[in-house]
């Protein structure tokens, strides 16, 4: 009888593990939300199917601009000279999936309360920056294109997309603004 409660919580942490998405990393709805948009991309992307990039290992990089202003971008190399990879929190989300987030809570604008409000992380969810770096060493496909989708966070409950500079920026409207629903 043990061995098959054994079997089945490993199960369930199995399908635990894979239903992963931003919202069990940032405490923020306002946050996660936009993430878990850009994540939703890297599978539906035409320039990223065509090229084989999902066949490497692609991050979200977040990185607060602002208290109430933050930009994601995707990346598939490994962080480039001018972040602090100190800096770096990183969650899995799947094996292949990381979520980055550059951590600037030692700046000035990092240390008030709105900061810490907007981009409040669950750190018992974080993993050693490690392993997606060694991963991205082995990665033998050529950068994904130079992206970014940049957010205001209004009123803590509201985020709308302030600039879109991206590959396939179509399909990611589609995305941000559930233009694919069925209506019923």
């Known amino acids: 009888m043990k061995t098959v409660y054994f079997i089945l919580i490993l199960i369930c942490t199995g399908i635990n593990a894979q239903n992963k998405d931003a919202s069990d990393f940032f405490k923020s709805r306002s946050v996660y939300r936009k993430v878990n948009n850009v994540l939703t991309f890297t599978n539906k992307s035409s320039t990223i199917v065509l090229n084989d990039y999902e066949k490497s290992t692609i991050y979200a990089l977040v990185t607060p601009i602002h208290e109430r202003y933050f930009t994601v971008s995707l990346k598939n190399q490994l962080p480039n000279s001018s972040i602090d990879q100190n800096q770096c929190k990183c969650f899995k989300v799947t094996d292949n999936r990381f979520i980055v987030f550059f951590d600037r809570s030692d700046e000035n604008f990092g240390k008030t309360e709105q900061y810490k409000n907007n981009f409040e992380i669950n750190s018992k969810e974080e993993t050693p920056c490690n392993d997606l770096f060694k991963q991205l060493k082995n990665n033998k496909q050529p950068a994904i294109p130079v992206n970014v989708f940049a957010y205001s966070i ?6 709308y997309l ?15 603004y559930d233009l694919n629903k069925q209506s019923k």
Request: hydrophobic residues 50%; without cysteine; negative net charge.
């Open 162 to 176: 302030e600039d879109l500079a991206t590959f396939d920026a179509l399909q990611y409207l589609e995305i941000e």
């Open 154 to 159: 209004f009123e803590e409950t509201f985020v």
